[in-house]
């Protein structure tokens, strides 16, 4: 009995010092309410903001004409699914809005892998300020620390394909897996630091967030003395007119770093801006404001060197169609279709809607 006692003990001791799993534990799930738990850098809306002309479309979007046919009108399907904000931008121009649950155009949301595209085109954007090479400059040029670890092997395209070879296990349904050590840790340059490789690397695509943590802090190295936040505001923020003020959460507070992979708070209209931008190349109101070739690549497939045909930046494609989209846990999504000169935002509160190609594309057909 003393035994156990004592065992028990060491275990509660050993389970109280761990902030991480106590946090893990605490929040357990995680949701868009978690941007208020994490300390954020502040993002100012533009000094010029843009609103997107509003000409309202289609009176009805029918759910009895999706491939899983719904009698809901389109509104309730969309509560019914988890929805806090839903907006669609057609030929640059506001023609869908609707938020649920109290939120309006004002509220800043959670996007959590959403947050990965705004990575890679920050990465691209120091590339062209000549603050970063190339994509294929090896991450030990930026992180001389992990060449232990055999990252001398690992460029930075591989990082941004998601085909490095990091061990990272994500499984949102655990406490004890790299994911949640990131997502509720207080030291990600310590974390991200000490990845190991699994596997050689360009071998294959294994979608893992260390990846995108790798090129902040790559980008961080990169900026010295300038914050990412500070780095979007003055690239992305200000001269893409984004109308609302937003925030970056940090895995601690003062000198921490920006949680790349995950958790970039703003509302449904100004994530609609970033897509409009990639839809148009990388071009707002005549100003190129990511690099045309850039805005490109990231959507456009390569399977070269471990590559897949339905990721390339940080971005997700479609195999068959020209569309793609940014998501994130628990149906977060920046959906772009530029066969209809077409954007959607969702942003919800939970997982909803059947197959996320088939939802956005039953839409897209109505419009």
């Known amino acids: 009995m003393n035994r156990i006692y004592i065992n028990c003990s060491l275990f509660l ?27 954020a850098r502040l993002l100012s809306a533009s000094k010029e903001p843009y609103y997107f002309p509003e000409r309202p479309g289609p009176a009805v979007i029918d759910p009895r004409k999706f491939s899983v046919p719904n009698t809901l009108s389109f509104e309730d399907f969309l509560q019914r699914n988890n929805t806090v904000a839903f907006v669609i931008i057609r030929n640059d121009s506001l023609i869908y809005e609707k938020y649920f649950d109290g939120l309006t155009k004002d509220s800043a949301v959670l ?12 990465i691209g954007l120091a590339i062209n300020d000549q603050l970063i090479g190339s994509v294929e400059d090896p991450v030990t040029n930026y992180l001389p620390e992990m060449r232990k670890n055999g990252f001398d092997k690992v460029t930075i395209k591989h990082l941004l394909q998601m085909t490095s070879g990091i061990r990272f296990r994500e499984d949102k349904g655990s406490p004890f897996h790299e994911d949640a050590k990131f997502y509720y840790g207080s030291n990600l340059t310590k974390r991200a630091l000490n990845l190991k490789l699994a596997r050689t690397p360009g071998a294959k695509f294994e979608y893992a967030s260390g990846n995108t943590q790798l090129l902040g802090l790559i980008l961080q190295r990169a900026l010295k003395n300038k914050t990412i936040t500070e780095y979007l505001q003055e690239k992305i923020w200000n001269p893409l007119g984004m109308e ?3 925030q970056w959460n940090t895995d601690r507070k003062n000198k921490g770093i920006e949680k790349m992979f995950c958790c970039l708070n703003a509302t449904a209209r100004d994530f609609a801006k970033f897509g409009n931008l990639y839809l148009h190349k990388g071009k707002f109101k005549n100003k190129q404001i990511v690099p045309e070739q850039w805005a490109r690549q990231s959507v456009t497939a390569d399977t070269t060197d471990g590559g897949s045909q339905y990721y390339k930046y940080q971005w997700w494609l479609s195999s068959k169609t020209k569309e793609f989209f940014a998501e994130g846990i628990i149906n977060q999504f920046i959906y772009v279709n530029p066969a209809k000169n077409l954007v959607m935002v969702k942003l919800s509160k939970g997982y909803g809607v059947y197959n996320k190609w088939t939802f956005f594309g039953d839409i897209a057909r109505q419009l």
């Open 13 to 39: 001791l050993l389970f109280l010092s761990s902030c991480t799993l106590i946090k893990t534990l605490k929040y357990w799930s995680p949701g868009i309410e978690d941007g208020e738990k994490f300390p």
């Open 244 to 246: 609302s003020a937003a």
């Open 111 to 122: 996007s959590f892998s959403i947050s990965k595209v705004f990575t890679s085109a920050l």
